[in-house]
């Protein structure tokens, strides 16, 4: 693999992190009350089913969009560390059309798809 552009990587990493930072700010915001909150005082059945699990969804994309930001955080590390771009399992280059389309991958396709199987 020929050198890495750094700064096509990180401009990719800033951008995807402020779009992440930005999908986590807004699913904070959605849902700040609690579920008696949200559903009134003519509440039913229903309605308490629905906010549940309108509020599980969005706690669980959250969590995603949090995982991911942390990844993003790691891979802006290793460009400051001059690490990136190195599969952590075995040390190869990780092709720059999977680092364009996942900037944060940590792994070579071989050792993800390995990781993926279990």
Excluded at 24 to 41: F, H, M, Q, R
Excluded at 80 to 88: K, M, Q, S
Aim: charged share 30%.
């Amino acid at each position: 693999m020929s050198a890495i552009d750094t700064g096509e990587f990180r401009s990719l990493l800033q951008t995807e992190r402020e779009r992440i930072a930005s999908a986590i700010e807004y699913l904070a915001s959605e849902s700040p009350g609690t579920t008696p909150d949200e559903l009134g005082p003519d509440n039913h059945v229903g309605d308490a089913a629905s906010v549940t699990f309108d509020r599980e969804l969005d706690e669980g994309l959250e969590e995603g969009a949090q995982q991911t930001l942390e990844q993003v955080d790691r891979a802006i590390a290793k460009l400051d560390a001059g690490t990136y771009g190195a599969c952590e399992r075995c040390g190869k280059p990780i092709a720059q059309e999977r680092l364009r389309a996942r900037p944060w991958a940590i792994l070579c396709i071989d050792d993800q798809r390995l990781a993926d199987r279990g």
